[in-house]
């Protein structure tokens, strides 16, 4: 009955700015640990940034250091990832990911297309 829901993906020119949310529903995810993740077509899924609900274990690709960061809004139950600065290269379908030893959830993924 849990779900993660994103959205805030769309169209953006290089250089410009999208932040993507991903909502719990149905249930805390307050044990677990959040993550994003990217897949580009044809190209293999990437870890992208990591949070939890407590602000630590704060994670993010080399590739995207200095350019995204997470954030958290506990009432609201949503995680935030604030991209900065984006380029054609972080063109993919962003997922949402809950982690806790077995248990795991994925969100639906949101678009997020760079123009050059």
């Known amino acids: 009955q849990a779900q993660l829901v994103e959205s805030g993906g769309g169209l953006v020119q290089a250089g410009g700015s999208l932040t993507l949310s991903c909502a719990a529903v149905g249930r805390s995810f307050s044990s677990y640990t959040m993550r994003w993740f990217r897949q580009a077509p044809g190209k293999e899924r990437e870890f992208v940034a990591q949070?939890?609900?407590?602000?630590?274990?704060?994670k993010y690709a080399d590739s995207v250091k200095g350019r995204f960061t997470n954030s958290r809004d506990n009432a609201k139950y949503t995680i935030y990832l604030h991209m900065n600065n984006l380029k054609p290269e972080d063109t993919a379908v962003y997922y949402c990911?809950?982690?806790?030893?077995?248990?795991?959830?994925w969100g639906q993924g949101t678009q997020v297309t760079v123009s050059s």
């Open positions: 990911n809950a982690d806790r030893a077995e248990y795991e959830h």
């Open positions: 949070i939890t609900w407590t602000g630590g274990s704060i």
